[in-house]
């Protein structure tokens, strides 16, 4: 089995490397989205395992691509997000699993395993919190913060973790005015006006650390 480790962190790749290999798998690395594209183009993998928090482009947008451009590439999510936070957004993307990087190292390798036989891992978290979509689904009822973009999401959670506009964009690697430009848009999108209504919301959602 060939796996993929794309995560900004060298320590982190190099644990879970060792985990891997441990159990006779074959791994390589991948520091940044780009970099995963690139090598996915390049070399046939059995799985790639992708963070979310990555430098420039998000885990979410790679996914995306990952999926339009190697749709039967199973790609399982590796996070320090919880379920609540991204993964239904993530399944919807194309994933085959989410994790969070607190797991032990035994039940990665068991979701791996079951991704690589059945396709796709849905842990009972994640059955739940679908089963909660697919209800508000079906009254016709949707969170606010669903209809943001994934980016406007990911600058939403920025802002209610108390980052300010020029420590998002240089953590996300975009321009201040960008930024500002996704702040203005999703403010409106959620019908608000300032950063702590935002942020009142987002924590009672669950939906920041």
Known sequence: MKI???DDHPLVRKGICHTLSSFGAE??????GVEALTKVAEIAYDLVLLDISLPGRSGLEILSQLKKEHPRLPVLILTIHSEK???IRA???G???YLTKDCEPEKLIQVIEHIVENGRYLSKKIMEIMADDLTCFVSQKQFRHEQLSDREFQVARLIASGRTVGQIAEAINLSVNTV???????LSKLNMK???ELTAYMVR?????
Do not use: F, P
Request: aromatic residues 6%; hydrophobic residues 40%; glycine residues 6%.
């Open 4 to 6: 993929l480790i794309v």
């Open 27 to 32: 791994t390589d690395e991948a520091a940044s």
């Open 85 to 87: 936070q991204y993964a």
């Open 91 to 93: 399944m919807k993307a």
């Open 95 to 97: 994933a085959a699993g």
């Open 180 to 186: 500002s430009t996704y702040r203005t848009r999703l």
């Open 194 to 196: 300032t950063n702590a």
């Open 205 to 209: 959602k669950g939906l920041v650390e």
